[in-house]
């Protein structure tokens, strides 16, 4: 236990001190901070409490999207980076165990991820209690504009007075402080109205402004975003933080269209219905429905749901850890820049390929025509064949970096000839229109160069 505590700390403070978790969460404040004045604008008889409507829509959808994207970034940077940086093996080589680690870089990542949520939170619910300005005659909500930027400046002159005077952390003290200030906001403006008059408690969660439904629709969204933590952990086990960027992203795609999904994967393949289990059903945190019609939240039946996706991904996580290699090849130590980004590249097109045609074959029309499951098909063997030769050149493999100059080769003569304009080389245009040749001969020409850079052949040397 006080190793696991020990990593969940670490992983933590560390989290908060990265400066890309202080960007997430500014730019979290400037979404919901803009969406106030950008709602007031739908149309209707009773406008006034559809504006408040779209506000909150906004505003729990904001706050899911920038949860996401915070874990992702997070796990990566938990997990992927110390692999990379060998401080992982050197964490295992003692006495933990990689159980215990995945867990408690899991906990650390969740509890940043967390702090996050909880302050953009609070940023959201003062929004929604200032409200929409749905016409010139409403009054601003000035306890709520005042005591905000307040508490915002103060937390910045904290953080910069600890830094320079004590040396603490900028985004670490900025983030706490921040977290302090704005849940004293929160209690003041509970008692305070518009007007600076004293309400009772009660009158802040009335209608109009701050409900109990608000509440747990935010909790729901809470649930999702720790769902959206374990993914963006498991995958961070392997992969490196955009290929976790971009998974993440995917899974938060096809878990919003579960129902679509799973329904055509129950009706195209056999065995179906297991497939669609392995994506989340996120629509099952999704409050928009039902309070926009004032139906009651299933929260007692979701969170069984939660808990037993997350403990399905934590156990995935640590089993795809268990097996991770830590120690880093001779190659990937002194990997030229030039080959990471080439190979990450063409790794994300493999992997464009492969989700391309997955949802090809979740559609019913493609088992129609032959040429559709061609084409899905060749994807998909596509797909894998070029993650495969990327990986092995991303790995520093020899028959890799040959694979790779041949096919660029071929490439630039095929567009050359096309450009040049013989009348033979119409027959390999194959329908590309100009501007396709164009960047097709772009890019082949900046692969070989790469390719030809005596620190890329040094570095395949092996």
């Given at each position: 236990?006080?190793?696991f505590?020990?990593i969940?700390?670490n992983t933590f403070?560390?989290?908060?001190?990265?400066?890309i978790f202080?960007v997430?969460v500014?730019?979290?404040?400037?979404?919901?901070?803009?969406?106030?004045?950008?709602t007031g604008?739908?149309?209707?008889?009773?406008?006034?409490a559809?504006?408040?409507?779209?506000l909150?829509?906004?505003g729990?959808s904001?706050?899911?999207?920038?949860?996401?994207?915070?874990?992702?970034f997070?796990?990566?940077?938990a997990?992927?980076?110390?692999i990379e940086n060998k401080?992982?093996?050197?964490v295992?080589?003692?006495?933990v165990?990689r159980t215990?680690f995945v867990?408690g870089?899991f906990m650390?990542v969740?509890?940043?991820?967390?702090?996050?949520f909880y302050l953009?939170t609070l940023?959201?619910?003062?929004?929604?209690?200032?409200g929409?300005?749905?016409?010139?005659?409403q009054?601003?909500?000035?306890?709520?504009i005042?005591l905000g930027?307040i508490?915002f400046?103060?937390?910045?002159?904290v953080a910069?007075?600890?830094?320079?005077?004590?040396?603490?952390?900028?985004?670490?003290s900025?983030?706490?402080?921040l977290a302090v200030?704005?849940?004293a906001t929160?209690?003041?403006?509970?008692?305070?109205?518009?007007?600076?008059?004293?309400?009772?408690?009660?009158q802040t969660?009335?209608?109009?402004s701050?409900?109990p439904?608000l509440l747990?629709g935010?909790?729901?969204?809470?649930?999702?975003v720790?769902?959206?933590?374990a993914?963006?952990v498991?995958?961070s086990?392997?992969l490196?933080?955009?290929?976790t960027?971009?998974i993440?992203?995917?899974v938060l795609?096809g878990?919003?269209?579960y129902?679509?999904?799973a329904?055509?994967?129950?009706k195209a393949?056999?065995?179906?219905?297991p497939?669609?289990?392995l994506?989340?059903?996120?629509?099952?945190?999704?409050p928009?429905d039902?309070?926009?019609?004032?139906?009651s939240l299933p929260?007692g039946w979701?969170?069984?749901?939660?808990a037993?996706?997350l403990?399905?991904m934590?156990a995935?996580?640590?089993?795809?850890?268990q097996?991770?290699q830590?120690?880093a090849?001779?190659s990937?130590s002194?990997?030229?820049s030039?080959?990471?980004?080439?190979?990450g590249l063409?790794?994300?097109?493999?992997i464009?390929a492969?989700?391309?045609?997955?949802?090809?074959?979740?559609r019913?029309?493609?088992?129609?025509?032959?040429?559709?499951?061609i084409?899905a098909?060749?994807?998909?063997?596509?797909?894998?064949?070029?993650?495969f030769?990327?990986?092995?050149?991303?790995?520093?493999r020899?028959?890799a970096?040959?694979?790779?100059?041949i096919v660029?080769g071929?490439?630039?003569?095929?567009?050359a000839?096309?450009?040049?304009?013989?009348?033979?080389?119409?027959?390999?245009?194959?329908?590309?229109s100009q501007v396709?040749?164009l960047?097709?001969?772009?890019?082949c020409?900046?692969?070989?160069?790469?390719l030809i850079?005596?620190?890329t052949?040094?570095?395949?040397?092996s």
């Amino acid at each position: 236990m006080t190793q696991f505590i020990s990593i969940a700390k670490n992983t933590f403070v560390q989290n908060i001190r990265q400066p890309i978790f202080g960007v997430m969460v500014f730019l979290t404040f400037a979404i919901l901070v803009i969406s106030v004045p950008l709602t007031g604008w739908t149309m209707g008889s009773d406008y006034e409490a559809t504006d408040q409507q779209l506000l909150e829509n906004v505003g729990l959808s904001s706050l899911l999207l920038m949860g996401m994207l915070t874990a992702a970034f997070c796990a990566s940077s938990a997990i992927g980076r110390e692999i990379e940086n060998k401080t992982a093996l050197t964490v295992i080589s003692k006495p933990v165990s990689r159980t215990v680690f995945v867990l408690g870089k899991f906990m650390g990542v969740a509890t940043a991820v967390s702090l996050a949520f909880y302050l953009g939170t609070l940023v959201f619910l003062l929004t929604v209690r200032h409200g929409t300005l749905s016409s010139a005659s409403q009054p601003d909500d000035w306890p709520v504009i005042v005591l905000g930027c307040i508490a915002f400046v103060v937390a910045i002159l904290v953080a910069g007075m600890g830094n320079y005077v004590f040396g603490w952390s900028f985004m670490a003290s900025g983030v706490i402080s921040l977290a302090v200030l704005l849940t004293a906001t929160m209690g003041a403006i509970s008692v305070i109205g518009k007007g600076w008059e004293i309400i009772p408690f009660t009158q802040t969660f009335g209608p109009g402004s701050l409900h109990p439904q608000l509440l747990l629709g935010i909790v729901l969204i809470y649930m999702a975003v720790i769902l959206m933590t374990a993914v963006a952990v498991a995958v961070s086990t392997r992969l490196g933080q955009i290929m976790t960027l971009l998974i993440t992203l995917a899974v938060l795609v096809g878990g919003s269209a579960y129902q679509a999904i799973a329904g055509e994967l129950t009706k195209a393949l056999p065995g179906g219905q297991p497939l669609g289990w392995l994506l989340p059903c996120l629509s099952f945190f999704f409050p928009l429905d039902a309070l926009a019609r004032n139906q009651s939240l299933p929260v007692g039946w979701v969170f069984l749901y939660f808990a037993s996706y997350l403990g399905g991904m934590l156990a995935l996580a640590v089993g795809l850890f268990q097996t991770r290699q830590l120690a880093a090849t001779s190659s990937s130590s002194s990997l030229p820049s030039a080959v990471a980004i080439l190979s990450g590249l063409g790794r994300i097109v493999a992997i464009a390929a492969v989700v391309v045609a997955a949802v090809m074959f979740t559609r019913g029309q493609t088992y129609q025509q032959a040429q559709s499951l061609i084409v899905a098909g060749g994807l998909i063997i596509g797909g894998l064949a070029t993650w495969f030769a990327w990986s092995g050149f991303g790995s520093g493999r020899r028959w890799a970096y040959w694979v790779v100059l041949i096919v660029a080769g071929l490439g630039l003569g095929r567009y050359a000839a096309v450009l040049s304009g013989f009348a033979w080389a119409e027959a390999i245009r194959m329908g590309a229109s100009q501007v396709r040749i164009l960047l097709g001969t772009i890019i082949c020409s900046i692969v070989l160069v790469i390719l030809i850079l005596p620190k890329t052949r040094h570095h395949f040397k092996s």
